[in-house]
């Protein structure tokens, strides 16, 4: 799973988790792009990579910026000829219940970290599609899987990562691209004033990075979303009960609710390849033949 002479680009490099992440891989060899909103806080991480004896260019550029981010990817390229790996990791908070949310807020916190990703994941897209080879990480959050008291903003974005990631790696897997999301419970500045001192103490971020080399490795998964913190590691997947089939009968409401144990019965519930395997067993307990799905590539 080495990642040894690799091109990597973290953003939010500069501090917290993004600098765990950066100097992590730096250390296992990777040539790390330290990307953060200000240059002195990239350029501090770049030089702690490079006085360890690593490679490092810091890039100071906001994720949501589509023309930085393009620059910084072509900036990469021309000074290491290629991008094999990029831990999408920038974000913010703007935490607050939903009755007290300003609509700016969701919009910025959704801006952040959904269409940063997607800026810098459409930013080395093609690099990784020519290469035939790449590597994806999104940065989702047990509020996003499961919600969070005061964060529907962040939890809408950071379970809207994982469909993203889902579909990248459906649609980069015959390039060799491979697409996985992090799920991180780490002391930043994020985290202070969610959790309890003592919690923090054992929180601390290096402890989540050696997920990456799982993640971002040669003989990575794909698809796979990791949950990491305080040196324990676990997986969380979408997945699909086998349900019950009711049919158009007038009363399938009330058929629905008689038989709601039945159809949240978890046992041999599946974890679906792509999205129209649900579509496709519904179908099928109609009666007839699912048609084949029209994927456009």
């Known amino acids: 799973m080495s990642v040894q002479g690799r091109v990597a680009i973290v953003t939010g490099a500069g501090g917290g988790l993004g600098r765990a992440h950066a100097l992590y891989l730096a250390r296992h060899g990777a040539r790390v792009v330290v990307n953060d909103l200000t240059q002195a806080a990239a350029d501090a991480v770049a030089d702690e990579i490079i006085a360890a004896g690593g490679e490092a260019i810091a890039v100071a550029a906001s994720v949501t910026d589509e023309i930085a981010i393009a620059a910084m990817v072509s900036e990469t390229v021309r000074i290491w000829g290629r991008v094999d ?144 913190g305080a040196g324990h590691f676990a997986t969380s997947n979408v997945t699909l009960t086998q349900g019950r089939y009711i049919g158009a009968d007038a009363n399938a409401g009330e058929q629905l609710i008689s038989h709601w144990a039945e159809v949240t019965d978890r046992t041999g519930e599946i974890i679906p390849a792509y999205g129209f395997t649900q579509a496709e067993r519904e179908i099928a307990s109609a009666g007839m033949e699912a048609p084949v799905m029209a994927v456009a590539h």
């Open 85 to 228: 790996i990029l831990v999408n990791n920038a974000g913010i908070l703007r935490d607050k219940s939903f009755a007290k949310m300003s609509i700016d807020d969701f919009r910025l916190v959704v801006d952040v970290h959904l269409m940063g990703a997607a800026i810098c994941s459409k930013a080395v897209w093609d690099v990784m599609r020519e290469q035939r080879y790449g590597r994806i990480v999104m940065t989702t959050s047990s509020s996003g899987l499961y919600g969070n008291f005061g964060q529907a903003n962040y939890g809408a974005a950071k379970m809207a990562l994982v469909g993203l990631m889902q579909t990248l790696a459906i649609e980069g897997e015959k390039y060799g691209i491979r697409a996985n999301c992090l799920a991180p419970t780490a002391a930043t500045q994020m985290t202070h004033g969610v959790l309890s001192d003592d919690s923090l103490k054992l929180l601390d971020p290096a402890l989540v990075s050696p997920g990456l080399l799982a993640l971002t490795g040669e003989d990575a998964p794909t698809r796979a979303i990791l949950c990491a």
